[in-house]
Structure formats: structure tokens, C-alpha cells
């Protein structure tokens, strides 16, 4: 007689958790995630300062006192977003689970490795929440098309890196038996990464060739890079133009393209029964 009030109660107040810690559409909610994102800045701006030695000299033990309190609270909340949610494997698996958990991770695992202290820099990731907080989904939409058209380019992508690395070999090879260890070239993979560095037109300068020959071909290499550079881009804007047409052309084969007979109106949504223009009865139209 007694527990069912008490089981009620209790998933009335998973529910009520749930809306708060979730739910960014509601008032509560919204302050949840707002005084969450506030904390999330302090947490990486003292991983921040914290690497700077005039500033962190004197003050370890406020760093240190603070980063607890805030890695505690990171904690009660990944266990309270664990504890009301109804699919908990499918939350702890997910993007942002997975960010959670990472956010907590660092403060524990320096007990053992003190260096993996900086690694607490990831929280910077959950700060992705300000664009469900404010509305902006459309970004996280138009950022996961983008994550679907590098996936549909993956092979592309591939053939066109293993290009680049023969290139680099062949080049490397070349300028390692044209100028040698004298100029700084003294092995194939020295010479290889050097032809890395000019090729993707970074140029630190350790190495440089200084007979003609490898100058010339250090002229060559580096006008091959500029033209490679836009080759990534191009086969992923054409991914991206090729999926935007395709759902497009998914939209109109969901759409009866026949005439209505009244206004001669196109375009009417699969099933419809009666024109959007004008009112009329198409149902029987073919």
C-alpha cells in the first residue's frame, strides 16, 4: 500500500530533474544550463592561468582547492543526468555523455599522473551546449551535414592523401640525392619531411636546399602545393552540393507534381487532398 506513492514520487522527480538538466526550452532549465556554462568557463580559464608561473606561484593551493569543487560538481552532474535519464548506456555512449565524462576524468587520473592536470583544458568541449541554450541549432545542423559530407568523401579523401604522400616520397628521395647531407638532407625521411613542410607551404626553414637544382625543385614542389591545397576543399563542397541536391530532389519526388484542375496550381504534398491555392478537390486527379 505504501510504495506505490513512493514509486510515483520518485519518477516524479526523475521527470523533474530531467526537464531541469535537459530541457534548455524551460525556465529552470535555462538557468541550469546558464549557471553551468558560467562554470565551465571558470573551470578552463584556472586551467589557463593556472600555466602561468607568476600566477600560479603562492596561489597552488587555491588552484588546487577550486578545481576540486568544480570537478565534484561536474561529477554530481554527470551522475544526475545518468540517474534520470530512462536509456542511461544510450546518454553515457553519446557525444555529449562522452564529454562529461571526459571533463571529470583528469582531475582524478593526476592523483596518479599530476601532468594530466592540463587535460582538464577538454571542458572548453561542453561549452557546445550554448548553441542548444540560444537557439542556434541550426549551426549544430549545419555542422553535422558537414560531418556527413567528410564521411561520404572519406574515400576521395584517402586516394587523394595517398597521392600526396608519393609525392612527397618521390620528392623527398630526390632532393635527398640532389643535395645530401651537406645542406641538411642526410636521409630520405629528413628529406621527406622537408618536402612535407614545403609542400603544404608551412616553411619552417631548417632545411633549405642551395644548389640550383634543389632550389628549382623546391620551386616546383611549392607551386604543386598551392594547386593541392584546393583539392580537399573541392571534394567536400562537391559532397556537400551533391547531398543538398539529393534532398532536394527528395522533396520534390514526395510532391504531386500533376495540375489542379480548378487553378492549374503544381507542387501539391504527397497525399493531399485538396489544392493549398485554391481549396479544390484533387483527390480524384491523375
Known amino acids: 500500500m505504501n510504495s506505490q506513492p513512493e514509486t510515483s514520487k ?4 526523475k521527470e523533474r530533474l530531467y526537464v531541469i538538466i535537459f530541457r534548455s526550452d524551460t525556465p529552470a532549465g535555462k538557468r541550469f544550463d546558464v549557471i553551468l556554462l558560467w562554470v565551465i568557463l571558470l573551470s578552463v580559464a584556472l ?34 543526468r545518468i540517474y534520470c535519464v530512462s536509456n542511461k548506456f544510450r546518454y553515457i555512449k553519446s557525444f555529449y555523455g562522452i564529454i562529461d565524462l571526459m571533463a571529470i576524468l583528469p582531475t582524478f ?35 553535422r551535414d558537414m560531418l556527413l559530407a567528410l564521411r561520404g568523401s572519406g574515400v576521395k579523401i584517402l586516394v587523394f592523401i595517398f597521392a600526396v604522400l608519393s609525392i612527397v616520397s618521390i620528392f ?16 630520405i625521411p629528413r628529406s621527406i619531411y622537408w618536402a612535407i613542410v614545403t609542400l603544404t607551404t608551412v616553411g619552417y626553414g631548417d632545411i633549405t636546399p642551395i644548389t640550383p637544382w634543389g632550389q628549382t ?16 576543399t573541392g571534394i567536400v563542397s562537391s ?48
Not at 520518485?10 to 522527480?13: G, R, V
Not at 592561468?49 to 569543487?69: A, H, K, P, Q, Y
Request: proline content about 2%; glycine content about 6%.
Open 217 to 232: 625543385l623546391a620551386v616546383i614542389v611549392m607551386i604543386l602545393g598551392y594547386g593541392i591545397i584546393a583539392v580537399p
Open 172 to 187: 623527398g628521395t630526390i632532393m635527398y640525392l640532389v643535395e645530401g647531407a651537406a645542406s641538411g638532407f642526410n636521409s
Open 10 to 13: 520518485t519518477l516524479f522527480d
Open 239 to 286: 559532397e556537400v552540393t551533391r547531398r543538398k541536391l539529393k534532398a532536394k530532389d527528395d522533396e520534390i519526388s514526395h510532391m504531386r507534381l500533376f495540375e489542379c484542375p480548378a487553378c492549374k496550381t503544381t507542387g501539391h504534398k504527397k497525399g493531399a487532398a485538396f489544392c493549398y491555392s485554391c481549396g479544390e478537390d484533387i483527390r480524384t486527379t491523375s
Open 109 to 143: 587520473i593526476s592523483l596518479v599522473f599530476p601532468a594530466a592536470r592540463s587535460l582538464m583544458i577538454i571542458r572548453v568541449m561542453r561549452l557546445l551546449r550554448v548553441f542548444r541554450i540560444l537557439n542556434l541549432d541550426r549551426f549544430t545542423r549545419e555542422g
Open 47 to 80: 586551467v589557463i592561468l593556472e600555466s602561468v608561473d607568476f600566477i600560479r606561484e603562492g596561489n597552488e593551493t587555491f588552484f588546487l582547492v577550486l578545481e576540486w569543487v568544480i570537478t565534484l560538481l561536474f561529477t554530481a552532474e554527470y551522475a544526475l
